[in-house]
Structure formats: structure tokens, C-alpha cells
């Protein structure tokens, strides 16, 4: 048997192979793509900077480029999504975005996009096309689902510990869309009207974190930005734009088909690559048309031509894709079906990414309500009523509703898919259904002979009735979903955004009548946002888990979360309230044209709107039970540079082994002009019963700055800012405060 020193030192050595699996620097890799540049011609640059066509019919890819062999540069291939590959077999169907940062876990987030890059890596797949960092600004926005939530800083750590995953096994990370592309409804052309401070702190905020991880590329949205389309849009992408002013040193690619106007509009103003390179109606094709004629012309510069294509190239070899190992596109994302005999059926899955997509699936699992009781009246005693369910205490058994059943799963990606359980939303987010589990399947294998199970999976009201009276426990499971909007989908009615916050199928009413008659109702709520909870209290509804949009694993993973092989630890990445205007902002369903959406809420989502008006949701942003409680004590903040570093401690005080997600909420100085209170920091501590961890967190000078309109900077202010750590944003259990005087510097941060 080998020494644990041994173990320790040979996971240090692996640890340290995999950090430099980065070989090159930026400033090599540069190199590189310049020598490399130099070398082409005219046509070759443009087959760089222009996808092949959605129409072409040898495409491999949803977007490719044009291969330059003599130079031995292949088709570069980009492939959706944000969940996994699409349009590919053989592949995990991960938990959405969402979930991953229902997690609260940069742990089991970084192993997602890892494992996520692993299998894009073993298809061919260069460029992943995700992270998805579109705030949640209003609850029903279509797509948002695919990001992490209305808060900039859990979309800015979710948007790092992907890249940081998927960029490790030397796949480019894509990160989308550049910028305010927050709802479908008119995606193709609304403006997004955003002033200057909220611009950086909410919306570029996760593209901030994506440059800090060294991100490949950046995608420019469908709709325009303060009027101008965001793709030829100087402000964002141009030299002196936000974007290359926080230092992003890969290529801006457009989404498929968002170029308008001019080709030396777009080249000038600081895209990149074109795709998929043709024009497919709602825009496109314009570099296709008139970037070579831009370029003899001279309204494009040799000198930007070449820049674009050694910008697009640079993350090529940043991330050693020349190397021979990494593997030819062995797909054909147009037949999905795995046909054809450009489809080598290659099987990137493995137990290890099974069990992770089922253990991220679990981790995301929010335990929002759980009247527990037990044989003994302590919580050691075997559960009578409740979570977590003591298999061998019950005999009778409901299964309801038909999202716990398999899904149509030869349907497409773009929503016919809704007739079973939901396991992510609708279109270029979602991925093959190919593996899933529905919920009542893992149910039965899990009970095996051990109780009878009635189901009744229509969502047939007096069917479900019957199916509960009198059960020892009745589960009931309801959904909600939402997607893209591509030009034909109307889904349930909706299209791509959700149109009100209801659970679909008439879940309330379900949930109602089966509570009616079973004295041990335990819901499970599938849906891509927050919906409408106001059944909660029934006192015959026992237990109630969100559990979000958990992909192929959804059935395992919930088993395991309510037998209790899983504690719960996931929290709630927004609020749940009871009405829409709660959240303070609206969809804009209606108008006559493109509409001008002025984002005037400013800084006010979700839990910053609700602190501000007063109001108390359902259940608040960051909030989620366990089986096991914890304790909170001792917070010490002490000053190390120009950080902060709060610690305090988190005790496990209860009966089970179980993982808390503490939060540092901080608030600002009144002058400041911030919420009353914003995240800055969330880690995990994961305790066998009676144990304590010392939980620490910093803040950095940047954490404690806000974005000063005038001189374009971040810059900290100052006064007292009070420290905030707690359980949920509502739940605080440790407080501090941070004094910053005129003399404490430096006060200008990066910008
Ligand atoms: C967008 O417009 C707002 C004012 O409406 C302004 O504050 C902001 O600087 C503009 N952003 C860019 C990048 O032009
Ligand atoms: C999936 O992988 C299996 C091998 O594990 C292979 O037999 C099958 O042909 C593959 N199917 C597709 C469509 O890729
Ligand atoms: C929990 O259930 C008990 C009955 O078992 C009831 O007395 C109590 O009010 C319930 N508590 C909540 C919070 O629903
Ligand atoms: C729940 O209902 C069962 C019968 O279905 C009954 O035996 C039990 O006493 C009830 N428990 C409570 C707490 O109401
Ligand atoms: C709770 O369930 C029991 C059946 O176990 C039923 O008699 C009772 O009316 C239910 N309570 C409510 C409030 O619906
Ligand atoms: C919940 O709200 C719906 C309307 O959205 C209503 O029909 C139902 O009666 C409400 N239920 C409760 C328990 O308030």
C-alpha cells in the first residue's frame, strides 16, 4: 500500500500536468497565429472569418470554417451548446445551467464544464458554445435557464468555473450573447437600452469573469445594444469598447445570423468570425457578400483583416489544438440521428460523467419545504411523514403526474418534447434526450418489491385522486418550461419566453387535489425559472423539492435526494414570489416593430428589487434546506492588502452528514448608491454530523467597488460597508462591517 504522502504528492504532480496542458501563453500563442497569418492569402483569411453556410451540405458542424490544409489548419468546428453537444448521439445530457448554479458549488461547476469539454474534446468539437451568461432580468425570459440566474456575480462565477473546465482539456469556451439579451420576443432586433453603470455591473459582469478565465471567444447577440446592433457595435467590441479594454484576447463571433448592414461596418467595429456565414433570413451573409469587395476597396484594412483572423487563431493554439492528439470531427450535426457515413458513432460518455451529471443533478435539488416527522419525535427517529422517506416504512405508494414520465425523445431539440418529464428547456440550449431517467422509472427500480406503486401520469385530476387516497405517500411532479425562439415554435402556447409564471398542465390544481387526500404529498417541482408556489402551505403537502431543469440523470438523482442518499444542499438561484410584480420588470410581448427596451430597473433584480421595495417572497434568493441543520458563529474580517478576508465558522448541528452553501452578502456605504444588499461570495462546507469548518472568503478591493461613470473605473468607496453571512439572502446569521477611510488606498481598481 502506498503512503498517503505518496497520494498527495502524485495528485499535486497530476494536478500541476493538468495546469500546463496550457502550454502556451497568449503572447506565444499570438506569436504563432501571426507567423501562421502571414503565410495566407487573401482567400484563406476569408475562409477564417466566414462560416461555410447553414446551407451548405457538407457542413460537419453547426458552424464551421473553411480548412486550409497546406497550412494545416482544419475546418474549425463549432457546436451548442450550454448543456452538452447537440445534434450528436453518444453524448450526457447535463443539468442546465441553472442547476449549476443552483449548486452553489464552483467545485461541481467546474467539473461540468470540464466533463462537458471532455466530451465536445472527443467528438472533434474546437469551440464549445457556452457559457450561456444572460441575466435572468425578468423570471419568464426564454432562454434563461441556459445561464445562472438573475445575479451578476453567480453568473460571473458560473461563467469562470466553466471556462475555467471546458478550457482545461483544451476546448475554446464561447461565451454568449454580448449583450442584454434577456428575453425571445423579438430577439431579432429589440434594443437594449442599458446605461452606462449597469451595463458593467450586471450584464458585462460575467464577461468580465469570462476574460479572467481566459475565455476563447466571445458571441455578439441578435439584438441591438443602445440602437445599434451589438455585432457592429463599437462601444462593446470596438478597439476602445468595453471589451477589449477589460483585456479579452480571443475573437467575437456573431450568433447565426445576427450581421446587418455593411461588412466594414462589422470588420471595423470589431467582429471577428461570421456564422454560420450565409444569410438565413433573419440577417447574415455579410461578410459572405462583401468583406473581400470591403478589403479591395479599402474600407477594411489589410491590417484588421489580418488581426481577425490572428485573433481567431490565437485561441487555437493557446489551447494546443494543433496538437495531433487532438481528435478530426468525427459527427454530422445534420443527421442526428447518428447516420451517414460521416457519423463514426464515436460514444464520448462514461460511468464517471454519469455519475457526475447525476450527483450535479442532486446537488441542484432545492429542499424548500420539509415537515418532517419521525417514530421517535427526534430527528434520529425513521421518518413517518416527510423527507427523507424510510423505504421500509411504506407499503402504498402514488406516482403522479406526467412529468414523471419518459419524454417524447425522438422529437427534436426545439420543444415537441413537452408530453413527459422536463429535464431542460427548448432549442440550441437543449441537448439529445437520447439517456434519460424519468423520475417514475428510478422509483420503481428503486422500490423494487418493497411496495405497491399506483401511477397516474396524465394529469388527469379525479385520476390522480384516486391514484393518492389514502397512500402512504403520493408524489406528485409538476413542470414548467420555456426555450429559444426560433421562427416556428410555439410551445404550449409559449413562445420561447414563458407567458405567465404558472406550473403548465394545470399542476396547482394537481398538486391541490392530490393534497386533498393523502396526508404525506411530497411535490416535485421541474421547471427553467420560478413559478407559482401558493399551495405550499397545505398542511398535507409533507415535502417540496425544486428541482429545476436536471437533465438525462433527473430520475436517479431525485431518488436519491428524497430516500436520503443524497442530503439536499442546492439553493435557490432567484425568488420565488407570488406575483410578477415582485420582480419589477416585464417581457415585452407586443409591439408594432422592434421594440426599445430601457433596462430601468438598473441594478434592481430579483432580491435587490424586493430588499428595496419591502417585499418577501415565498421563498428568497439563496435559500434551500437540509436534512441537517447548521450553526454559524465566530466571523473574523481582517484586512490583507487591498482584500478583505472574512472566515467564520459553520457547524453541522444536526443528525446527518450534510454539505451547507454559506453566502457573504455585502452592504455598501448609502452614498455608494448599490442595493441594500448584493452577493459577493458563496462557498461550500460539507460536515459529517457535529463537525465545524472554518469557511473563509475574500473580498477583493474590486468586490467592494462600484463602476465610477466618470472616470471609467472600477473604484471603491468609501464609508462602512456592513458584511453579511447567512444561509439565504433573507436567513443572515453573522454580521460584520468593513470601515474604508479616504487614507485607505489604492482606490482606482482594474477597469
Ligand atoms: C448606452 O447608452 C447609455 C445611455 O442611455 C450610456 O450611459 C452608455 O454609455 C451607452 N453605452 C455604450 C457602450 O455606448
Ligand atoms: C453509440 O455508441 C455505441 C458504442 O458504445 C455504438 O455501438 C453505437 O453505434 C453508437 N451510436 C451512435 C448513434 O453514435
Ligand atoms: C407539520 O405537520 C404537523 C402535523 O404533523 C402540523 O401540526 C404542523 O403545523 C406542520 N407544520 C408546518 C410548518 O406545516
Ligand atoms: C395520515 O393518513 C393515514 C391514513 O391514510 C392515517 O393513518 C394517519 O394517521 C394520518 N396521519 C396524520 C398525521 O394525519
Ligand atoms: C389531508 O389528508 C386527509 C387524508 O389523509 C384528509 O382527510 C384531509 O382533509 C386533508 N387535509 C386537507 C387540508 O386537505
Ligand atoms: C393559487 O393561485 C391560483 C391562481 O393562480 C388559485 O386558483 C388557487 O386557488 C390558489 N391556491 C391557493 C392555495 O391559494
Not at 445562472?148 to 461565451?175: H, R, W
Not at 415537441?416 to 431542460?424: A, Q
Not at 465545524?692 to 467592494?704: K, N
Amino acid at each position: 500500500m502506498r503512503s498517503p504522502l505518496f497520494w498527495l504528492a502524485w495528485v499535486f504532480v497530476v494536478e500541476r500536468c493538468a495546469e500546463q496542458a496550457l502550454a502556451r501563453t497568449w503572447d506565444e500563442a499570438y506569436e504563432v497565429s501571426r507567423n501562421v497569418v502571414g503565410q495566407m492569402t487573401l482567400d484563406e483569411k476569408l475562409g477564417l472569418l466566414i462560416g461555410t453556410g447553414q446551407l451548405n451540405g457538407n457542413r460537419r458542424c453547426v458552424g464551421d470554417t473553411t480548412a486550409i490544409p497546406r497550412l494545416g489548419i482544419p475546418s474549425i468546428c463549432l457546436q451548442d451548446g450550454p448543456t452538452g453537444l447537440r445534434l450528436v448521439r453518444n453524448v450526457t445530457g447535463w443539468p442546465s445551467g441553472i442547476n449549476a448554479a443552483a449548486t452553489f458549488s464552483k467545485r461541481l461547476i467546474r467539473a461540468r464544464g470540464r466533463a462537458m469539454g471532455e466530451e465536445f474534446r472527443g467528438k472533434g468539437v474546437h469551440v464549445h458554445l457556452g457559457p450561456a451568461v444572460d441575466i435572468m432580468r425578468n423570471p419568464k425570459g426564454g432562454r434563461a435557464w441556459e445561464s445562472f440566474g438573475p445575479d451578476p456575480y453567480l453568473n460571473g462565477e458560473g461563467a469562470y468555473e466553466t471556462i475555467m473546465g471546458v478550457q482545461s482539456v483544451g476546448v475554446q469556451a464561447c461565451v454568449k450573447h454580448l449583450i442584454g439579451n434577456t428575453q425571445e420576443h423579438w430577439r431579432y432586433g429589440y434594443s437594449a437600452n442599458i446605461d452606462d453603470r449597469t451595463q458593467h455591473e450586471i450584464y458585462f459582469y460575467p464577461f468580465l469573469r469570462s476574460i479572467e478565465a481566459n475565455v476563447a471567444s466571445v458571441m455578439c447577440a441578435y439584438n441591438r445594444f443602445n440602437g445599434t446592433s451589438s455585432c457592429h457595435h463599437d462601444g462593446l467590441m470596438g478597439d476602445g469598447g468595453i471589451l477589449r479594454k477589460a483585456g479579452f484576447k480571443g475573437y467575437v463571433v456573431s450568433d447565426w445570423g445576427a450581421t446587418h448592414d455593411s461588412a466594414a461596418e462589422n470588420a471595423n467595429s470589431g467582429l471577428e468570425m461570421e456564422q454560420p456565414g450565409d444569410n438565413i433570413v433573419i440577417g447574415g451573409g455579410v461578410f459572405r457578400g462583401g468583406l473581400k469587395n470591403a478589403v479591395n476597396r479599402g474600407e477594411v484594412s489589410q491590417q484588421r483583416l489580418s488581426e481577425m483572423v490572428v485573433r481567431i487563431l490565437a485561441p487555437y493554439y493557446f489551447l494546443d489544438q494543433d496538437s495531433p492528439d487532438f481528435p478530426p470531427v468525427n459527427f454530422d450535426a445534420q443527421k442526428r440521428d447518428g447516420s451517414g457515413p460521416k457519423n463514426l458513432r464515436v460514444n464520448v460518455r462514461s460511468e464517471e460523467h454519469t455519475a457526475l451529471a447525476r450527483e450535479i443533478a442532486s446537488a441542484s435539488a432545492v429542499l424548500i419545504k420539509n415537515n418532517r416527522t419521525t417514530t421517535t419525535g427526534t430527528p434520529t427517529g425513521v421518518t413517518t411523514r416527510g423527507l427523507p422517506i424510510s423505504r421500509d416504512r411504506i407499503k402504498n405508494v402514488a406516482v403522479i403526474g406526467q412529468d414523471a414520465k419518459q419524454l417524447n425523445q425522438n422529437c427534436g431539440e426545439m420543444g415537441e418534447c413537452n408530453d413527459g418529464t422536463m429535464v431542460v428547456g427548448w432549442g440550441s440550449g437543449s441537448h439529445s434526450f437520447e439517456f434519460v431517467i424519468p423520475p417514475v422509472e428510478a422509483i420503481t427500480s428503486y422500490l423494487g418489491n418493497s411496495a405497491s406503486i399506483t401511477t397516474s401520469l396524465s394529469n388527469d385530476l379525479n385520476a390522480a385522486a384516486n391514484a393518492a387516497r389514502g397512500k402512504d405517500v403520493a408524489f406528485v411532479f409538476v413542470n414548467a418550461a420555456s426555450g429559444e425562439l426560433a421562427l416556428y415554435t410555439v410551445v404550449h402556447g409559449n413562445m420561447g419566453d414563458r407567458n405567465d409564471l404558472d406550473l403548465w398542465w394545470k399542476g396547482g390544481s394537481l398538486i391541490e387535489r392530490v393534497a386533498a387526500v393523502c396526508n404525506n404529498t411530497i411535490v416535485v417541482v421541474h421547471s427553467v425559472g420560478p413559478v407559482y408556489l401558493n399551495w405550499s402551505n397545505h398542511p398535507n403537502i409533507t415535502g417540496i423539492i425544486y428541482a429545476g431543469a436536471p437533465g438525462e440523470q433527473t430520475g436517479p438523482s431525485i431518488v436519491d435526494v428524497m430516500f436520503g442518499r443524497y442530503n439536499p444542499s442546492g439553493k435557490l438561484p432567484f425568488s420565488i414570489a407570488d406575483n410578477e410584480a415582485a420582480y419589477g420588470t416585464k417581457i415585452v410581448y407586443n409591439s408594432l416593430g422592434f421594440p426599445e427596451i430601457d433596462f430601468t430597473e438598473k441594478l434592481l433584480l430579483d432580491y435587490r428589487y424586493m430588499d428595496e421595495m419591502n417585499i418577501r417572497p415565498r421563498f428568497e434568493f439563496g435559500y434551500g434546506l437540509s436534512y441537517t441543520t447548521f450553526a454559524y458563529s465566530s466571523l473574523s474580517i481582517q484586512r490583507s492588502g487591498a482584500s478583505h478576508v472574512v472566515s467564520f465558522d459553520v457547524q453541522n448541528a444536526g443528525a446527518f452528514a450534510g454539505a451547507e452553501k454559506p453566502q457573504l452578502y455585502l452592504s455598501y456605504p448609502a452614498s455608494a448608491g448599490e442595493p441594500k444588499k448584493v452577493l459577493r461570495g458563496f462557498e461550500e462546507a460539507d460536515l459529517a454530523p457535529g463537525a465545524t469548518a472554518r469557511v473563509t472568503i475574500t473580498l477583493s478591493e474590486r468586490d467592494m467597488s462600484i463602476w465610477d461613470v466618470p472616470s471609467q473605473k472600477y473604484v471603491r468607496p468609501t464609508g462602512r460597508f456592513e458584511v453579511l453571512v447567512g444561509s439565504s439572502s433573507l436567513d443572515i446569521r453573522l454580521r460584520g462591517s468593513i470601515d474604508v477611510s479616504i487614507m485607505d488606498e489604492p482606490i482606482l481598481v482594474v477597469s
